[in-house]
């Protein structure tokens, strides 16, 4: 019998781990945050692509720091929370989590009304649909089925590269922009640039990705694998969003139309980039959507359970695992109950969600880089010197932003 070479043992070990990094990036491309991306794309060009750029590397570097958290110490960032900092931290937190969680997950259910629409399907029927179908998806699977499925739906966002390359960018000024930080000086810029950072480095991302790696039973010696899996799906969640923004800079931008919705800039790609490009932006945006709706209530189910001190995960029935079960049936229907409201300021809740999570990231990060440094949670794995210069680093980049947004809406 021939023996598996060490390269093929090595690519079936990383198939094993992959799944954590590449959903949890992969998810943050949602409704709200494609929303963000085209109105960054359509107001200021490809002049705050560097934002996008920065937000990346912040994405690789914390959402590697929630999976290591995860499978050394076997926790949730909520569960690390109570025990490092105590159960009022804890409790702040996670009300904090739950408030922005329920926002956000309003903001894909609009999202994907919005897509269907495009398509000719009223929100009466696609909401309750999706809303069915992604409880039974998690109610009714099994971990590998979820996750297999998960990975699927992520797939969806090739339609927006293949949008993007159709809307014929000009690839030398996105060069410039990524490369060459420049900044109006505007409340509507670090409104923007406060959503774009809020939407790329979600909270609920940072706990959906630690929890994930726990659910998973990820080991320690699955770690290098797991790295590969977090930068892949960071690095693709960058990608996406620099494909939204560019179509929308090369069209909406460029003839000068404002757009404040996903389905607005798909709406107007139409005639600017060709009836391919709109469909193909109104199919991700669908996607995207349904990944999201299916993931962020999960994210609320594991810290609500965390905080609670009970086990619970994706392949425990029912009658194992109660509150989990019904944590995320009660933020479904509620987000999707509260979309359904005639005349709800959809466009308002995705924004502010978005400025909220920035607004949250900050303290979250704060006890991240608390954990990260306790040598008893941590053990061998704690962070070195330079990791949480790195980290502290980018936490202060995010409170320049949120400074900048108060002052602005101040002045």
């Known amino acids: 019998m021939r023996t598996p070479s060490r390269g093929r043992l090595a690519l079936g070990a990383l198939l094993a781990v992959v799944g954590p990094g590449l959903i949890a990036g992969l998810s943050d491309d949602d409704p709200a945050g494609i929303t963000t991306y085209s109105v ?127 809307a014929h960018p000009d690839w030398g000024a996105a060069a410039h922009g990524l490369l060459v930080p420049t900044m109006p000086f505007t409340r509507e810029a670090f409104v923007v640039i406060t959503a774009t950072v809020g939407t790329t480095l979600a909270p ?75 469909a193909l932006f109104g199919i991700g945006l669908i996607g995207a959507a349904v990944l999201a709706a299916s993931i962020l209530p999960l994210s609320t189910a594991y810290s609500v359970c965390e905080y609670m001190g009970v086990e619970a995960a994706l392949d425990d029935s029912y009658a194992d695992a109660r509150p989990f079960y019904l944590t995320y049936g009660i933020v479904v229907g509620v987000a999707a109950a509260l979309v359904l409201i005639p005349g709800a300021p959809l466009v308002t809740i995705l924004v502010a969600t978005q400025v909220l999570n920035a607004v949250l990231l900050l303290p979250l990060l704060v006890f991240l880089v608390g954990v990260a440094r306790d040598r008893d949670l941590m053990g061998e794995w704690v962070a070195s010197r330079r990791a949480v210069l790195a980290y502290s680093v980018t936490t202060a980049v995010v409170g320049v932003c949120v400074m900048g947004l108060l002052v602005s809406m101040i002045l």
Request: glycine content about 12%.
């Open 40 to 166: 960054l794309g359509a107001q200021h060009g490809y002049q705050l692509l560097w934002v996008l750029a920065l937000a990346t590397v912040a994405l690789i570097l914390f959402h590697g720091l929630g999976a290591r958290m995860g499978v050394v110490t076997g926790q949730g960032i909520i569960g690390l929370i109570r025990q490092r900092f105590g159960v009022r931290a804890s409790g702040l937190a996670l009300a904090a989590l739950v408030v922005a969680n329920l926002g956000t997950t309003c903001a894909e259910f609009a999202g994907l009304a919005a897509g269907f629409e495009l398509f000719g399907l009223p929100r009466i029927v696609s909401v309750p649909l999706a809303a069915v179908g992604v409880s039974l998806l998690v109610l009714r699977g099994s971990f590998r089925r979820i996750e297999h499925i998960f990975v699927l739906l992520a797939s969806v966002f090739v339609a927006y590269i293949a949008s993007g390359l159709l």
């Open 204 to 278: 609920w991302g940072l706990a959906f990705i630690q929890s994930y790696a726990v659910d998973k039973q990820l080991r320690p010696e699955d770690l290098r694998y797991e790295r590969v899996d977090v930068v892949a799906g960071s690095v693709l969640t960058g990608v996406v969003g620099l494909f939204v923004i560019v179509a929308c800079a090369a069209t909406l931008h460029r003839d000068g139309i404002s757009i404040e919705s996903a389905s607005d800039a798909a709406r107007a790609l139409e005639p600017l980039a060709g009836g391919a490009a709109s």
